[in-house]
């Protein structure tokens, strides 16, 4: 078990870091277009934000794969908000959402640094990443009511859904054999999200 364990947090991270690299391709979508107007910035920031915290989780239970992949993640989704700041015509609405997730990860820093009991620190800081997670999984939902009423799924970034996917099954597994409720839970209903959100594709098509 232990070395399908290693086979499988390989493959997960792995995963993982492509599932984020997909964040290219949508950055590259708004480029060509010159602007990210019809892009909504909610799943970088809550990307970066899920990144954060996760990296701080992965060191309290000191799982080197899950520190090294969160850090990566947080320095490519910083990376793509730079990008949409430069393509966006109005920069108030993210400045807004960056603002709101600074003042999110500093107090949650803050609140769980002064926690003693190391027990409690993860438990805590659990619950709070799972709450974050769930919220970066669904994100990509912030344009739900523009799909409807454009009856069209363009808008909605297909490779990112589509790695979360393939990796909130992986992680599901791999926090399932670690017996981390803090890890399967949120993936698995991360994975529920993400069928939602690829059977949207079938029923709004691009036009």
Same mark, same amino acid.
């Given at each position: ?8 947090? +390989? ?10 690299? %997909? ?6 979508? *708004? ?18 934000? %899920?990144?954060?915290?996760?990296? +701080? @989780? ?7 794969a899950l520190i090294f992949?969160?850090? *990566? ?11 949409? @700041?430069? *393509? ?17 990860? +500093?107090i949650t820093q803050v ?15 659990g619950i709070i990443c ?43 597994? @791999?926090? @399932? ?28 098509? *691009?036009?």
């Amino acid at each position: 078990l232990e070395d399908f364990k290693q086979v499988l947090v +390989t493959c997960a991270s792995v995963c993982q870091i492509l599932q984020f690299m %997909s964040g290219i391709l949508v950055c590259e979508k *708004f480029m060509k277009k010159g602007t990210s107007n019809d892009i909504s910035p909610f799943p970088f920031v809550c990307g970066v934000t %899920s990144c954060i915290l996760w990296a +701080t @989780y992965a060191n309290l239970i000191n799982d080197t794969a899950l520190i090294f992949v969160n850090i *990566f993640g947080a320095l490519l989704m910083f990376s793509y908000i730079v990008a949409y @700041y430069l *393509f966006a015509p109005r920069k108030g609405p993210l400045l807004k959402q960056l603002l709101i997730v600074t003042s999110v990860i +500093t107090i949650t820093q803050v609140y769980i640094h002064s926690i003693d009991e190391l027990e409690k620190a993860t438990s805590h800081l659990g619950i709070i990443c799972c709450s974050v997670t769930l919220t970066f999984f669904a994100a990509p939902l912030a344009n739900l009511a523009h799909v409807i009423r454009v009856q069209s799924s363009e808008s909605l970034p297909f490779p990112l859904i589509l790695m979360s996917l393939v990796v909130t099954a992986q992680w599901s597994l @791999y926090g @399932y054999i670690l017996k981390d409720k803090f890890i399967t839970y949120p993936n698995v209903l991360g994975f529920l999200l993400s069928c939602f959100q690829l059977s949207l594709f079938a029923v709004y098509p *691009f036009r």
